[in-house]
């Protein structure tokens, strides 16, 4: 994430949701925080998972990925 958090598990996407300050008609961060919440099988998850993507990716909160082969600079 752009704020220097790492998203691993569900529970940080979830966190991340809720600490994120709802914004109504403007993103649907409340559907994707329930679609996480109430997500049970593995098809749930990934759907709820590509939800959270795709919502931290409208909002530019995401990183851009470093080009494969390509390492930052210990400085």
Request: charged content about 35%; hydrophobic content about 45%; overall charge negative.
């Amino acid at each position: 994430m752009r704020d220097g958090r790492i998203i691993r598990f569900i529970a940080d996407a979830i966190a991340l949701l809720r600490e994120h300050e709802a914004r109504p008609g403007v993103d649907a961060r409340d559907e994707v925080l329930h679609r996480l919440e109430r997500a049970r099988s593995e098809q749930e998850h990934q759907a709820a998972i590509a939800g959270f993507v795709v919502w931290a990716e409208e909002l530019d909160l995401l990183l851009t990925p470093l080009p494969e082969g390509v390492h930052p600079r210990a400085e």
